[in-house]
């Protein structure tokens, strides 16, 4: 039986966890080319400005969830 | 900077004979780019816009569609190049690197563990108690990722580990087929709390790729 300390991440985006560690993988993983162009504007690059609203750390992502849970546990009682 | 007009390259990997997918971002089709026994894919990339989330996931289900039956070496997303000959030529000067390190890494992927502690004593009372409750902290993790290493015993082929805030991030390099069997062993463990351990993979072995 699994420990409830050791959460296994999907992998397919099918929740907020597995989508936010598919995003940090294609954003943070992999190789970078030597004189590829880079999309930025105003020195920020643009990629990231447009997935920031969604990209913390999965860390983050679980305590924010973890916390939203028990509120909604509180309310029920 | 407007990347329209341009390509964005998706992955590389090691000829075979299977179909590549259909369509890439902005459901332009995906290309393959061969050099040698090397296969590259790509997409055109015509119309100026922001890219978003929905790019990001649609570049990752091309590449996926690839890693789950071979080893890739994926491009960061986004990365765009000028043209195919910008990519050929890419292909051509790195071959070398490419052809060793997928050869090498032909039957492994990469599994990552998140080990951290769930809560700190946000508040502490001093510098002392902090260090003292930091020192405590990494002795936990340090704990967990023996405990990790000796209940992965046989598998794990090569490790990295790297700090982060509240503990290690711990990417592992294992067999593809032992995939199942790794995961089944980190999930039998109990990680004392408040540590917790996030298990994600199997990935493209990128952080073992040679510098």
Redesign the interface.
Known sequence: ???P?????G?D?SDE?S?L???D?????????QG?????LGGVD??Y???NV?LTS??TA??TIEADQQRSLERGK | ?N?AG?VL?Y??FERADHKTGSNGVDGQPIRRLDFQDLVALYSDFPNPR????ED??R??AV?KSVFDRQAI??????????DEAALLK?LRENYARYHADLSRLRDFVQMEL?I?A?QQNENPTSGKQYLEAKLQQTHSVQQVVRAVRESAAGLISDSKERL?D?GIRLYALIRREDTALF?AR????????P??????????A??F?HE
Do not use: Y
């Not at chain 1, 590829?36 to 930025?40: A, E, G, M, P």
């Not at chain 2, 070496?73 to 000028?82: A, G, Q, V």
């Open positions: 039986m699994a420990s300390n050791v959460i296994a991440i992998g985006g966890l989508l560690d598919i995003l993988h294609v954003l943070n993983s992999g190789v970078v080319i590829s162009i880079v999309i930025s643009l990629v400005v447009g997935l969604v999965v860390e679980l305590r | 900077m990347p341009k390259a992955c590389v922001n890219l978003d989330q990001a996931l570049f990752h590449i070496i994926p491009f960061r997303f986004p990365t765009f190049l000028d890419e998140r951290s769930e982060t509240r995961r980190i999930q039998s463990m109990h990680a004392p709390a540590l917790r351990i996030l298990l994600s993979g199997p990935w493209p990128t952080d790729l």
